[in-house]
């Protein structure tokens, strides 16, 4: 139950967020292969078009294989959880994390993603991972595909634009499924699936410079990853009884910029396109409004006899999603630009911005909850949310990091506000509660961390971890059920 003066029920899941590719650091360790989140090196600031990763090419690919691009670019090598992973376990725990967010490799379990047989190094890592996090009554929650498509895939088949990839997929699935079937309880299929319409490479493993039609790609590759979704929900709760299957969307509550209809209209049309993705996945069903979206592009979606019967009987169990920022739009093209972590749109003069731009709106995040549960009554998951900025070590080593402390209590004010309006949350994964390497450039200079990771943009630095003062804010926050903020 809900306790009606602290909010939060008393089996809340507090923790923190990570993805493989970003964390574990040994990409070529323990004969892991490539993946689409290897193809990504660090490109300083000075020398990108924009903020966000190159879409990568089949040229982009061969440079990087060949080493001519990595010649000029460091390549990612996340901030080496694979060897650090216990020490790193007992700061989650001095927190107090009841549960904590990771993904599981692809390519560590299937080097090129078609093989015949998983690599056993690779399953003992997360064996031994899942072991640790339950020596402190940790429970994982684990995210199959977080940007991580085997390279292999996409060189075989272009990623997810084949249909071939999803029993690729289903049988990753299932062996991870059954390896771990008394130790998570808790998953996500793919990581903001709707990454898939912004970078297709990073979403799905895409090439999208192999594609004639790119829209008629991206929704074929969409999909086919809603079909392997689903499909893996059907074998999770066949293998793991009682276990819980999430989608998981970059949610983008968006504003309209004025009362005029156009703005309204454009604003209703921006939140269809975001609530698409979570529409199949929970609703089980295309939603009617994108028909016209696809007759007016050009979209025709190639399906299997039985797929829309699959969607329909293994919808997920609960909604998760990422929020950093809400979006304000407007029909008119005039007007101050603002930058966000996927999306832009036009400057919200009643909000304030991240060093990245990011606008800051905490109540955004109590609207889009409401929203959420009303349109699909199911448990909702906050997976991500967190403020990336630049950190000062002082001299005595110390890190006062008050600004990430009031975005975070300002957020989860607001959570425990939705909870009292009847909104059923149940739990909350701040983004990068160690620092990590970004996911679309590779910098370290943008942190999100309660632990501090003695590394730089260039790969300089000892990696030794220190707690920062949000690292004890967010211990009194777990410890107080949400009381203390």
């Not at 972590?341 to 919200?348: A, E, Q, R, T, Y």
Request: aromatic share 12%; charged share 25%; glycine share 8%.
């Amino acid at each position: 139950m809900t306790d009606t003066k602290k909010g939060f029920p008393e089996n809340f899941l507090w923790g923190g967020a990570t993805a493989a590719n970003q964390l574990e650091g040994a990409f070529d360790a323990d004969g892991k292969g490539l993946s689409s989140a290897d193809m990504v090196a660090y490109v300083p600031k000075a020398e990108r078009s924009n903020d966000h990763a190159i879409e990568i090419t089949s040229e982009r690919i061969g440079q990087i294989l060949s080493g001519e691009f990595k010649a000029r670019f460091p390549k990612r090598e996340g901030v080496d959880f694979y060897h650090r992973y216990k020490e790193d376990i007992a700061l989650f725990a001095e927190m107090g994390f009841k549960v904590f967010r990771l993904s599981i490799n692809w390519a560590r379990i299937f080097p090129n993603g078609d093989d015949a047989e998983p690599n056993e190094a690779g399953l003992q890592f997360y064996d031994n991972v899942f072991d640790e996090l339950h020596k402190y009554g940790i429970e994982p929650l684990v995210t199959l595909a977080h940007y991580e498509t085997p390279l292999g895939l996409t060189q075989k088949y272009n990623g997810w634009a084949s249909r071939e990839v999803i029993s690729c997929f289903t049988r990753y699935a299932e062996t991870v499924f059954r390896r771990y079937q008394g130790k998570v309880k808790y998953w996500i299929t793919f990581n903001e699936i709707n990454m898939m319409t912004l970078s297709p490479f990073t979403g799905g493993g895409v090439v999208i410079d192999r594609a004639e039609n790119k829209l008629q790609t991206i929704y074929q590759a969409l999909h086919h990853q809603f079909v392997a979704s689903a499909l893996a929900t059907k074998l999770l709760h066949e293998i793991i009884p009682g276990s819980q299957m999430g989608c998981m969307l970059a949610r983008m509550e968006s504003y309209a910029n004025t009362c005029n209809p156009e703005d309204v209209r454009l604003n209703q049309h921006e939140n269809q396109m975001n609530l698409y993705f979570t529409d199949v996945h929970a609703r089980g069903e295309y939603p009617k409004y994108m028909d016209r979206y696809f007759a007016e592009n050009n979209v025709v979606l190639h399906k299997e006899p039985g797929d829309d019967e699959i969607l329909k009987l293994h919808t997920v169990d609960y909604v998760a999603f990422s929020y950093y920022m809400t979006l304000t739009v407007s029909a008119s093209p005039e007007g101050e630009r603002a930058q966000g972590n996927l999306f832009g749109g036009v400057k919200n003069p009643y909000l304030k911005a991240s060093e990245w731009g990011w606008q800051i709106d905490p109540v955004g995040l109590r609207i889009m909850l409401n929203t959420m549960y009303d349109r699909y009554q199911k448990p909702l998951f906050i997976v991500e949310n967190g403020l990336g900025a630049y950190d000062k070590v002082e001299a005595d080593g110390s890190i006062h990091d008050s600004y990430r402390i009031d975005y975070l209590r300002q957020h989860i004010a607001q959570m425990k506000e939705a909870i009292l309006d009847g909104v059923e949350l149940i739990g909350y994964t701040s983004w990068g509660p160690i620092d990590l390497v970004s996911m679309s450039t590779s910098e370290m200079s943008k942190r999100y961390g309660f632990i501090y990771v003695d590394l730089d943009d260039d790969g300089n630095g000892t990696l030794n971890r220190s707690k920062k003062d949000s690292f004890h804010w967010y211990k009194k926050v777990i410890a107080s059920n949400g009381a203390e903020l």
